[in-house]
């Protein structure tokens, strides 16, 4: 079950959703890293749980 995901901090928008999901954080973690080598120290790839990215409002939960 797909439960983390990379957001990329964007400063005063926030987060905004990369689409990439993993199932687990290090391999979030690790997507993250790969796009911070690939866009350069300006950019923010964070990992984070869906969860709290539907508390943030980075993505919109399913309905239930």
Known sequence: M???M???WTGRNGYADTGIRT???AEAE???ARLHRTY???SRYLPM???R???LGVV???SR
Do not use: H, N
């Open 6 to 8: 990379v957001a990329e």
């Open 53 to 55: 990215a539907i508390e």
């Open 40 to 42: 350069g120290p300006q």
């Open 49 to 51: 749980s869906l969860r």
């Open 2 to 4: 797909t439960a983390y």
């Open 60 to 62: 919109w939960g399913g």
């Open 23 to 25: 199932d687990t954080y």
């Open 30 to 32: 690790a997507e993250g």
